[in-house]
């Protein structure tokens, strides 16, 4: 089968979405089919060879993060030129309601397009102002997949129809086959996220931290990813700074190690999450986790049985939960044997396949995907031929 999939987010960001499709296209790739993968790219972006792309993204704002974006008359005619060349049997759009590359392929294709959405905003304005603009390219689509419960509930209240829930997926072994580094045993506590995002939730463990250490003084904060160091820490006493330790932007390899290593894994998110992948991941590493109850952590996390959770924002509960669970490793011990299990339904070996289900339920008897031809739809949206 020969399969377009278009990525909304510029690749060299690194974000749930991206990493989705990446691990998507691959697992496909693995499977004999020929996969090809539009997205917003910097020139200097080093892309694999399936990516295709659309040219520089800008950053917008978007579902209470920055989302880095591609749209306008150049985009529409990138898309139009992938479309013509991949002569594909079935386009899958992932976030074709945001401003990039979705919502313009949906426009540009005619033939099987399935769309995934990730979103999950029960108050979107914006998402209720742009319905009648949406509406053409979503009557375009042929089946729509949900990656949470949450994210089919924001699709069904703002935009209408339904779609089949499909969770992200993980390469679970990946994970669990990841070797410990010992510099980052012992006491430790981990984050992975975007330090500078407030919604990611560090500000929240920051803030729980010095009722932490005045429990458990040996305990280490490792941090990941990208963000002012200086500012995530600034509201610490100065004593305790040295108690944080920040590792920067991780590869995938030591990510695993990373998850694999920790003592428990705090994930204290405020908001704006429709899955959770950093949760499946950590699950597949055998890390005990600690999540705020947000829906869509509480999903994954089998509603508390393969992870704990605490109030959202509530860094004293976060406080008191990290403390008790650090104190009693057979506790934690019980957290990593469900979560290991639990997380097997994430594996790409089912997800992968019920993607495919879809694919094939689309396709079938149909002709492959084209550029949309009509002269008033080009016209409307500016998808005239280059």
Known sequence: ??????????????GGVQFHIRDLAEYFIRLGHEVSVLAPAD???PLPPYVVSAGRAVPVPYNGSVARLNFGFLSAARVRRWLHDGAFDVVHIHEPTSPSLGLLTCWAAQGPIVATFHTSNPRSRAMIAAYSILQAALEKISARIAVSEYARRTLVEHLGGDAVVIPNGVDVGFFARAEPNPEWQGDTIGFIGRIDEPRKGLPVLMKALPKILAARPQTRLLVAGRGDEKEAVETLPAELRSRVEFLGMVSDEDKARFLRSVDLYVAP?????????ILVEALSAGAPVLASDLDAFA?????GAAGELFTNEDADALAE???????DPARRGELSERGSMHVR???????????????ETVTTGTAAVAADERPGLRARFGLARD
């Open 345 to 359: 339904r994430f594996d790409w070996s089912t997800v992968g396949a019920d993607i495919l289900s879809v694919y």
């Open 43 to 45: 020139d200097d972006t």
């Open 321 to 327: 939960a990290a403390v008790r669970l650090l104190a």
């Open 299 to 303: 999903q994954v996390l089998d509603q």
């Open 269 to 277: 998110n405020t908001g704006g999450e429709s899955f959770g992948i």
């Open 1 to 14: 089968m020969r399969i377009g999939i278009v990525c909304p987010y510029s690749w060299d960001v690194p």
